[in-house]
């Protein structure tokens, strides 16, 4: 199915669905396939997403029920770009300690050249087992975990106004991100070939993830 379109993209730990509509609806030659353990949490995306195409469907929109821990393997290799915007639980507790389970996984998703946009939001009043609030201190400390799977940490500062709006999450406003709490924004690129003896080559090329409009006004997508 990948065939048909120009790339992959991969939102993982999606949630309601949003972004993932979003990209399909701004870029109909992408494949956008959404991924959250929680199925029930992604039913009306999917079901907007099957719609008939005069009635909004989107066909380049597909939803995945399955956990970062146990990603089915037909999504292996297929990712141009790979997103995590504010996930939270198991998922954001692996990120933040660099789970080799969960970082293992989403190099497998990820094609060599592919980059990985997260929108971390994370304080002290978390309590995340050894994590305080995330800061440069803390990307340095998880930098080198990262690398051992193959992803290079490109990018690292803290969120703008315009990243968080881009992101379409409802999560986000529920935890009051950007104004009540601090949100990073880290982009990493997946380099080479990852075998569970390590790395076997570094051959990075550019990827842009593409960036959806925000939704017109009065829309199914519109907040």
């Known amino acids: 199915m990948t065939a048909r379109y120009s790339e992959t993209v991969i939102d993982l730990g999606t949630g309601d669905g949003r972004f993932a509509l979003a990209v399909a609806a701004a870029c109909p030659d992408v494949l956008m396939i959404g991924v959250d353990a929680d ?3 992604m039913a009306e995306a999917s079901r907007r997403a099957s719609r008939a195409i005069h009635r909004g469907g989107l066909t380049n929109a597909l939803f995945v029920a399955a956990a970062a821990e146990s990603l089915p393997p037909e999504v292996d290799g297929i990712a141009a770009s ?4 504010f996930p939270w639980g198991s998922l954001l507790r692996g990120l933040l300690q660099a789970d080799p389970v969960i970082l293992a996984g989403m190099a497998r998703m990820a094609r060599p050249g592919a980059v990985i946009t997260m929108l971390l939001s994370v304080t002290e ?3 995340i087992a050894g994590m305080g ?3 440069s201190g803390a990307l340095e400390q998880i930098g080198g975990g990262y690398a051992t799977h193959g992803l290079a940490l490109i990018e690292g500062r803290p969120a703008t106004t ?3 709006a881009a992101a379409h999450s409802t999560w986000a406003k529920r935890l009051g991100a950007g104004d009540r709490r601090p949100v990073w924004r880290l982009r990493f690129r997946r380099c080479g070939l990852v075998t569970p003896g390590g790395v076997e080559a570094r ?3 550019p990827c842009a993830c ?3 409009a925000r939704p017109p006004r009065g829309s199914d997508m519109d907040p």
Do not use: M, Q
Not at 82 to 85: E, F, G, I, K, S
């Open 39 to 41: 199925a029930g949490s």
């Open 82 to 85: 790979l997103t995590v915007h």
């Open 125 to 127: 009043r978390d309590h």
């Open 133 to 135: 609030a995330f800061d």
């Open 162 to 164: 315009t990243d968080l």
């Open 203 to 205: 051959e990075c090329c």
């Open 210 to 212: 593409p960036t959806p």
